[in-house]
């Protein structure tokens, strides 16, 4: 998946989290080895506390 068809699909998941209350603000992403744009991603983006808490719970790591 190339930068820009990574953009549309995270555009669309940062709207479904947004709508559920899950997460705020903007959704940003670097390469994982900078400079290498044929490899995995970094995600970034900032959780709700109460999501958060849901996803650390015993059984749900």
């Given at each position: 998946?190339?930068?820009?068809?990574?953009?549309?699909k995270?555009?669309?998941?940062?709207?479904?989290?947004?709508?559920?209350?899950?997460?705020?603000?903007?959704?940003?992403?670097?390469e994982?080895?900078?400079?290498?744009?044929?490899?995995?991603?970094?995600?970034?983006?900032?959780?709700?506390?109460?999501?958060?808490?849901?996803?650390?719970?015993?059984?749900?790591?």
């Amino acid at each position: 998946m190339d930068r820009k068809e990574l953009a549309i699909k995270l555009e669309n998941f940062k709207q479904a989290c947004q709508a559920k209350g899950y997460i705020t603000g903007e959704l940003y992403f670097d390469e994982a080895y900078p400079g290498d744009t044929s490899s995995s991603f970094i995600v970034k983006m900032m959780v709700k506390k109460s999501w958060m808490d849901t996803m650390s719970s015993t059984g749900k790591a």
